[in-house]
């Protein structure tokens, strides 16, 4: 078994809150993030795979695949983007970088695993000092 993973960069804007409490309880648990006029992160997107060496390429997959899936299921639709309002799979959600990898993970999952390979862990780097890594619901 061999591991794999491709980075993918996006920058995108979010507001980490629950409409519910009020500015200052959201600040209280969420900090900066909960900002009410929102703000960015750079963040990086890294999606590692597992599978065996195919003997006749000497990969374990073709990293265009890879790639062309996470940019048409995931980076086309947030980069840019406010992830509170513009993207489908994150709406009704609160915009974690946890809760973001989990999402990224359902949405690749499928067509990642047709290439001979399965998906093994989605990171999500939000800041030089956070990241998440998601490796399935097992
Ligand atoms: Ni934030």
Redesign the pocket.
């Known amino acids: 078994m061999i591991y794999l993973t491709r980075r993918e960069r996006f920058n995108a804007a979010?507001?980490?809150f629950r409409k519910e409490w009020t500015d200052e309880e959201n600040y209280e648990v969420?900090g900066?993030?909960s900002?009410p006029n929102w703000?960015?992160?750079n963040y990086q997107l890294f999606v590692t795979i597992k599978g065996d060496v195919n003997p006749k390429t000497g990969f374990v997959i073709n990293l265009k695949q890879l790639s062309k899936i996470v940019r048409e299921k995931v980076i086309s639709k947030i980069d840019h983007k406010n992830l509170n309002l513009d993207v489908d799979f994150m709406q009704g959600k609160i915009?974690s970088a946890e809760n973001i990898a989990i999402a990224i993970w359902n949405e690749i999952e499928t067509d990642v695993n047709k290439l001979d390979c399965f998906l093994h862990c989605v990171k999500v780097v939000?800041?030089e000092n956070n990241s998440i890594e998601y490796y399935g619901n097992k």
Do not use: I, P
Request: charged share 25%.
């Open positions: 979010h507001r980490l969420f900066k993030c900002n703000h960015g992160h915009t939000e800041t």
